[in-house]
């Protein structure tokens, strides 16, 4: 699944959060954060396993999730690109509105 899509969610966003937070968590740490079912819970944790935005380990009949680091800022690296890309452009733009402006400037003064 797309890491943005997976992160649509709030529920899921929540998560992230959680284990951000406070680190590796078991599954029903996780699930009492939520009023909603376990199994709802279930498949939040799902989409973020598939999306590979969390890591889970098993213990016994113990789940444990925690963050898969370098996913979870996979996001930020590309909001800055597109935040730079932007940066660029609006740069550009902004430079011919100032050539613009200075060439009808010209035009005015000659009339």
Do not use: C
Not at 3 to 15: E, G, M, S, T, Y
Not at 79 to 97: D, P, Q, V, Y
């Amino acid at each position: 699944m797309d890491l943005f899509a997976a992160l649509a969610h709030p529920a899921r966003r929540k998560v992230i959060e959680l284990l951000a937070t406070r680190g590796r968590l078991p599954a029903t740490d996780i699930f009492y954060e939520f009023k909603t079912s376990p199994s709802a819970v279930s498949q939040h944790l799902k989409i973020l396993r598939d999306a590979e935005l969390v890591y889970v380990e098993r213990k016994g009949r113990e789940r444990f999730y925690k963050l898969n680091m370098g996913n979870v800022r996979a996001p930020e690296l590309w909001t800055k690109k597109m935040t730079w890309l932007w940066n660029k452009r609006l740069g550009a733009l902004e430079e011919m509105a100032k050539i613009e402006k200075e060439e009808m400037l010209k035009r005015e003064r000659r009339v």
